[in-house]
T-cell receptor, first 112, second 116 residues
Framework: QKEVEQNSGPLSVPEGAIASLNCTYSDRGSQSFFWYRQYSGKSPELIMFIYSNGDKEDGRFTAQLNKASQYVSLLIRDSQPSDSATYLC????????????FGKGTMLLVSP | SQTIHQWPATLVQPVGSPLSLECTVE??????LYWYRQAAGRGLQLLFYSVGIGQISSEVPQNLSASRPQDRQFILSSKKLLLSDSGFYLC???????????????FGEGSRLTVL
């Protein structure tokens, strides 16, 4: 059974701070990792994906991957109240077709 | 550009009634299509996925079924709803790619189902 674990939160940070969201996965065969943002009552939207060990930066977002430790994280710099949402970690195993296993998500609250 | 639509957005159904949720994708051909369910306190659960017309893979045994009558149309159905079927149903599509970068999902607006 492939599992993706996230702390449900809420993670509360003040505006302007760095938010750090973490995710661990059980399947060592996992190859691609995705972070989705989901506002309350809305559908998820992709923020970033990563498949190589190390860091990947995109604006205020940095995804970090450590395959040896089987964890992936998302850092949000200069957090804004508009970043308040649930962040879903998703993992794709090295199979031919694109099926993702999602974690339950971490709720992030950014206070002004 | 590609768009995905699903409907209805909200529905309230009695236990034992049938269900039909529909999803269509525009602006692409031969997409991979998915139905996910998000229940309260639970993560996104993959219900069905399809890589082509008439090709349906089921991930979770349940009283739901899916069909893909056309390349860009995906339908989720049930003959008799259970209380446990309540949740937020999401249709999604992805390009029909394989490999490391494959897996980017584009979600529809979602259908919120309440079974009473």
């Amino acid at each position: 059974q492939k599992e993706v674990e996230q702390n449900s939160g809420p993670l509360s940070v003040p505006e302007g701070a760095i938010a750090s969201l973490n995710c661990t996965y059980s399947d060592r065969g996992s190859q691609s990792f995705f972070w989705y943002r989901q506002y309350s009552g809305k559908s998820p939207e992709l923020i970033m994906f990563i498949y190589s060990n190390g860091d990947k930066e995109d604006g205020r977002f940095t995804a970090q991957l450590n395959k040896a430790s089987q964890y992936v994280s998302l850092l949000i710099r200069d957090s804004q109240p508009s970043d308040s949402a649930t962040y879903l970690c998703a993992v794709k195993t090295n199979s031919g077709y694109s099926t993702l296993t999602f974690g339950k998500g971490t709720m992030l609250l950014v206070s002004p | 550009s590609q768009t995905i639509h699903q409907w209805p957005a909200t529905l309230v159904q009695p236990v034992g009634s049938p269900l039909s949720l529909e999803c269509t994708v525009e602006g692409t051909s031969n997409p991979n299509l998915y139905w996910y369910r998000q229940a309260a306190g639970r993560g996104l659960q993959l219900l069905f996925y399809s890589v082509g017309i008439g090709q349906i893979s089921s991930e979770v045994p349940q009283n739901l079924s899916a069909s893909r009558p056309q390349d860009r149309q995906f339908i989720l159905s049930s003959k008799k709803l259970l209380l446990s079927d309540s949740g937020f149903y999401l249709c999604a599509w992805s390009p029909s790619l394989k490999g490391l970068k494959a897996g980017e999902l584009f979600f529809g607006e979602g259908s919120r189902l309440t079974v009473l």
